[in-house]
Nanobody
Framework: QLQLVESGGGLVQPGGSLRLSCAAS????????IGWFRQAPGKEREGILC????????NYLDAVKGRFTISRDNAKNTVYLQMNSLKPEDTAVYYC???????????????WGQGTQVTVSS
């Protein structure tokens, strides 16, 4: 069974950067699509970016274009979310999730991490 653990969240000032990690265990992630999602207080969870098993990325959220990037290191069984030029509205709990079909179809994600808090504030 695939397990996912996010890390790297914290408090950062506006304009700063963070890199989140999604470490997988139990199975290799080579054939999975891995996506990043976030949920702010009082709001629905929204998709951010996804990387399919072929290495192609899908951007779910226009608000992060040009600021956030997704990457994976299959040797480390880890997917990263690099976040630059952070804004207060990026404050949320960030989750990673895995899709066993290897595609970035939102309804396919069936394994989720516990989330990591990102707070952007001066």
């Amino acid at each position: 069974q695939l397990q996912l653990v996010e890390s790297g969240g914290g408090l950062v000032q506006p304009g700063g950067s963070l890199r989140l990690s999604c470490a997988a265990s139990g199975r290799p992630i080579d054939w999975y699509a891995i996506g990043w999602f976030r949920q702010a207080p009082g709001k629905e969870r929204e998709g951010i970016l996804c990387l399919n098993s072929g290495g192609d990325s899908t951007n779910y959220l226009d608000a992060v274009k040009g600021r956030f990037t997704i990457s994976r290191d299959n040797a480390k069984n880890t997917v990263y979310l690099q976040m630059n030029s952070l804004k207060p509205e990026d404050t949320a709990v960030y989750y990673c999730a895995a899709s066993p079909r290897g595609l970035c179809v939102r309804s396919d994600f069936d394994s989720w991490g516990q989330g990591t808090q990102v707070t952007v504030s001066s």
